[in-house]
Nanobody, 123 residues
Framework: QVQLVESGGGLVRTGDSLRLSCAASGRTLSTLIMGWFRQTPGAARDFVAAISRSGGDTFYAESVKGRFTISRDNAKSMVYLQMNSLKPEDTAVYYC????????????????WGRGTQVTVST
């Protein structure tokens, strides 16, 4: 089992930037694909970004492409989500997730989840 702890959320204004961090423990990070998902009240948890084990491949939802960047540091067991040009519609709880397979965008393929960090973007 992998323990994941997100941090870095907060209240920002439209156009601002935030960097989310995810600290992993319990398993060697390089054996896992990693993803970020987000969820608003009453809605499904949606895919945001994912990264391959080596970090060589990244995947993004269309709504964040060009604004968000996912990265990882396997030596530090950390995953990051750099979020630029934030919009009010980016407001959500952001979750870090770890998976053992090769399907990056489906939440059902991730087995371990953090508790989330709130991001609120005001107008």
């Amino acid at each position: 089992q992998v323990q994941l702890v997100e941090s870095g959320g907060g209240l920002v204004r439209t156009g601002d930037s935030l960097r989310l961090s995810c600290a992993a423990s319990g398993r060697t990070l390089s054996t896992l694909i990693m993803g970020w998902f987000r969820q608003t009240p009453g809605a499904a948890r949606d895919f945001v970004a994912a990264i391959s084990r080596s970090g060589g491949d990244t995947f993004y939802a269309e709504s964040v492409k060009g604004r968000f960047t996912i990265s990882r540091d396997n030596a530090k067991s950390m995953v990051y989500l750099q979020m630029n040009s934030l919009k009010p519609e980016d407001t959500a709880v952001y979750y870090c997730a770890a998976g053992r397979g090769y399907t990056y965008t489906e939440k059902s393929h991730y087995s371990d989840w953090g508790r989330g960090t709130q991001v609120t973007v005001s107008t």
